[in-house]
């Protein structure tokens, strides 16, 4: 019997955009703590409690930004978050009218299957609301009494705290025993569990780092698409017929490319103690042009999806339609003077994880997951299997009983020991086609431009509503240009952060008929502010356009929108 191990990199993303409104400091969503809370809390606590398991993630920089945010608003008790400013307010009585319309706007944004109607007092708070509904729709936002909101506030909390917390918090056990009349000492107590969980995300990751269980990387700081950035044509590699914005091209978008990838470096090594070796660019979209620059800029490797490496050899004339002769292995891809190693995720494993698995019991789960692997083992004859599965790890547990804890438990206890399989990261893999263990990885002759969705970049351009968000930006980029040089050099800086915020993908995902019309207003909304805050920081009169929606919405795309598949 053979010794050949198959070699698995499991990569999780971790990504939120900047929620904060710039020029105030206020946090416009409140999603990056609560999926601190339960989600990247979660995450690194699967690895504390299973030590032989060996993963890589990936994290933001305008994410880690906003996780050590918070950290500091904790440690001072100065929340600039509105949520968690209520939660501690001494005084339920006597909030605005908005803030009460917050509460009940905010409070129920979880998945109800999974995170709200396994807790009757929490349903209980639902139903109430519900009554007394058309009342609210009135205006009178006091009809419901303070200590209705306080109850509220400590369930939605509640209900975002992840299962490791759970296990681990005796206040958290405490009060969901308590189940209602929550008292302001009871809402001190969550706050302080709250704060220790947010002060401690990123320590927790550094010290998983420090063991050597897992890599860290990271992405282009402000999460902006790169080919995009270079070249708004690169859509057309993988949609020859997409039509585009009326903007040819995004104003010096190379250079601006270059800038976040040298600030995530830069960052990331400060934040973690260490240089990120390799780079998942952001929704793992490339092209050869966007290859080349993280190669230039002595990124080791990057990750994509395996629609762009399908695309790829397609136009190349190559074998692409069994994924054992083609996937299960990194490429090279150069410029003639820098190389850059490319890993392609398995849409299908991926996807399973994402998607499908959170519909079956754990046990079910894991064993075809490793079947899987076993299948791709028995499949690759005599090279070695490198199998690359990538995808969101933030968004996903919420569809999963328990915040996903049976799942991903057995999970890596069962990879952590299987006789066939070794779990590794990528530059490990890197380390050992250097050493020659394993052979050189195969030279890619060309990058067709694509991200790990279907491929393409559908989910960012070529579409009406995307199409204009993309013309904003042009232009709000052109009056940067124009007027960025006359300004001092603490507003040149200030100005240069806010378009970075601009430039992030997140708006352009969200605009679209396919998608949530909730989620789609408050991130058009929040768009069209940044640029706003742009045009102010110039000082320049945004135009009117921008007080008009780009997007509504009105679809119900799965997962709420937050996720999608590699594979349509």
Not at 364 to 373: G, K, M
Not at 386 to 413: H, K, R, T
């Amino acid at each position: 019997m053979s010794d050949k191990k198959l070699l698995l990199n499991l990569y999780w993303h971790m990504h939120q955009p900047d929620y904060r409104d710039q020029v105030s400091g206020e946090y416009v969503l409140p999603w990056t703590y609560l999926h601190a809370l339960k989600d990247y809390s979660d995450m690194a606590y699967h690895l504390e409690q299973n030590a032989a398991a060996r993963v890589t993630f990936n994290f933001v920089p305008i994410l880690v930004e906003q996780l050590q945010d918070y950290a500091e608003q904790s440690r001072i008790g100065q929340w600039r978050d509105p949520l968690l400013r209520l939660l501690a307010s001494p005084d339920l009585d006597h909030i605005t009218d908005a803030d009460c319309q917050l509460i009940v706007d905010s409070c129920f944004k979880a998945h109800h299957e999974k995170m709200l109607s396994p807790f009757p007092h929490y349903q209980r708070l639902l139903h109430l609301y519900e009554i007394v509904e058309p009342v609210m729709k009135s205006g009178q936002f006091h009809y419901l009494s303070a200590q209705y909101k306080a109850d509220l506030l400590v369930w939605y909390h509640l209900a975002w705290t992840g299962e490791g917390l759970r296990r681990k918090s005796k206040v958290i056990q405490r009060l969901m025993k308590k189940g209602m009349l929550f008292t302001l000492e009871d809402r001190v107590a969550l706050l302080e569990v709250l704060s220790e969980t947010l002060q401690g995300i990123l320590p927790r990751y550094r010290a998983l780092v420090a063991k050597g269980q897992i890599e860290l990387t990271t992405t282009p700081y402000y999460h902006p698409i790169l080919p995009l950035l270079i070249d708004l044509n690169s859509t057309q590699d993988a949609m020859p017929d997409a039509p585009l914005p009326k903007s040819t091209n995004y104003p010096d978008g190379h250079t601006r490319a270059i800038t976040h990838v040298e600030a995530a470096k830069v960052f990331h090594e400060k934040v973690f103690g260490q240089k990120s070796t390799g780079m998942w660019p952001a929704e793992g979209a490339v092209s050869h042009a966007a290859l080349s620059l993280l190669a230039e800029q002595d990124v080791a490797w990057a990750a994509t999806g395996q629609g762009v490496l399908v695309n790829s050899l397609k136009a190349l004339g190559l074998e692409h339609e069994t994924a054992n002769d083609y996937l299960y292995q990194p490429y090279r891809v150069t410029n003639g003077q820098q190389d850059i190693v490319c890993f392609f995720r398995d849409d299908q494993l991926s996807d399973k994880i994402g998607f499908e698995y959170s519909k079956q019991y754990a046990s079910e789960a894991v064993h075809d997951f490793v079947q899987s692997l076993e299948a791709i083992h028995a499949n690759s004859e005599d090279s070695t299997p490198v199998v690359s599965v990538i995808l969101d790890g933030e968004n996903a547990w919420e569809y999963y009983p328990y915040n996903g804890y049976y799942f991903l438990n057995e999970l890596y206890q069962a990879l952590a020991s299987h006789p066939l399989i070794q779990m590794t990261t990528f530059s490990d893999i890197v380390a050992l086609q250097k050493s020659k263990v394993l052979p050189p990885p195969k030279l890619l002759q060309d990058i067709c431009a694509g991200s790990w969705v279907h491929g393409t970049f559908s989910t960012w351009i070529g579409e009406p509503a995307k199409n204009r968000a993309w013309d904003l930006l042009c232009e709000a980029k052109r009056q940067y240009d124009q007027h960025v040089h006359k300004l001092s050099l603490s507003a040149r800086e200030k100005c240069q952060q806010q378009l970075s915020v601009c430039e992030s993908s997140d708006w352009f995902w969200w605009f679209g008929d396919y998608n949530n019309a909730q989620s789609v207003t408050s991130f058009d909304k929040l768009y069209r502010r940044n640029l706003s805050n742009l045009y102010h920081l110039l000082g320049l009169v945004p135009p009117d356009n921008l007080s008009q929606s780009i997007s509504h919405g009105g679809g119900n795309s799965e997962n709420a929108g937050t996720m999608r598949r590699g594979t349509s």
